[in-house]
T-cell receptor, first 110, second 116 residues
Framework: AQSVTQLGSHVSVSEGALVLLRCNYSSSVPPYLFWYVQYPNQGLQLLLKYTSAATLVKGINGFEAEFKKSETSFHLTKPSAHMSDAAEYFCAVSGNDMRFGAGTRLTVKP | GAVVSQHPSRVICKSGTSVKIECRSLDFQATTMFWYRQFPKQSLMLMATSNEGSKATYEQGVEKDKFLINHASLTLSTLTVTSAHPEDSSFYIC????????????FGPGTRLTVT
């Protein structure tokens, strides 16, 4: 069975600082991995996805993630946090269905 | 492209009544649709997978007689919460997978159900 684990339920950074949200996956087959962002009382917005092409994936809003098979990781980064990045972030792995991590709440301090 | 809508976006109902939530793929055909439930400050939990024209597959612990799922066409799936109770209050999100294949799912905006 496929699964993802997000390390850190809450991450707090200062505006302008590096954002790093961690995600590790477990999969017996090459995984399809996704990062989503969710703002309060809204649905999910796709940030980026890995589908076995380039290992460094660039997404929307300046986010990117690197697929590292040796570390079974797919961490999300953004060089400079903006106040509008404050939200809940979910890592997910997809096969026949999609399984989500527990989520990481990102807080951005002014 | 790949837009999924849900209706209603918010619903309040009395305990013991039934509520139907619609999920539509607007610009693509979806052989498979998924229903998730999200409690406050928690992640999305898959409730069931529905394939067009066949019975839904429910996750362990999800009561199929309480959460009725119908996927009558390639663009519409419905979730009916029967005999709703306050503990059914949650955010329900559907997603759809494109008939063309692939492992990406397209998510609806969610429905906030409050049972009083």
């Amino acid at each position: 069975a496929q699964s993802v684990t997000q390390l850190g339920s809450h991450v707090s950074v200062s505006e302008g600082a590096l954002v790093l949200l961690r995600c590790n996956y477990s999969s017996s087959v090459p995984p399809y991995l996704f990062w989503y962002v969710q703002y309060p009382n809204q649905g999910l917005q796709l940030l980026l996805k890995y589908t076995s092409a380039a290992t460094l994936v660039k997404g929307i809003n300046g986010f990117e993630a690197e697929f590292k098979k040796s570390e079974t990781s797919f961490h999300l980064t953004k060089p400079s946090a903006h106040m509008s990045d404050a939200a809940e972030y979910f890592c997910a792995v997809s096969g026949n269905d999609m399984r989500f991590g527990a989520g990481t709440r990102l807080t951005v301090k002014p | 492209g790949a837009v999924v809508s849900q209706h209603p976006s918010r619903v309040i109902c009395k305990s013991g009544t039934s509520v139907k939530i619609e999920c539509r793929s607007l610009d693509f055909q979806a052989t498979t649709m998924f229903w998730y439930r999200q409690f406050p400050k928690q992640s999305l939990m898959l409730m069931a997978t529905s394939n067009e024209g066949s019975k839904a597959t429910y996750e362990q612990g999800v009561e199929k007689d309480k959460f009725l799922i119908n996927h009558a066409s390639l663009t519409l799936s419905t979730l009916t919460v029967t005999s709703a109770h306050p503990e059914d209050s949650s955010f329900y999100i559907c997603s759809a997978r494109d008939l063309a294949g692939g492992y990406e799912q397209y998510f609806g905006p969610g429905t906030r159900l409050t049972v009083t």
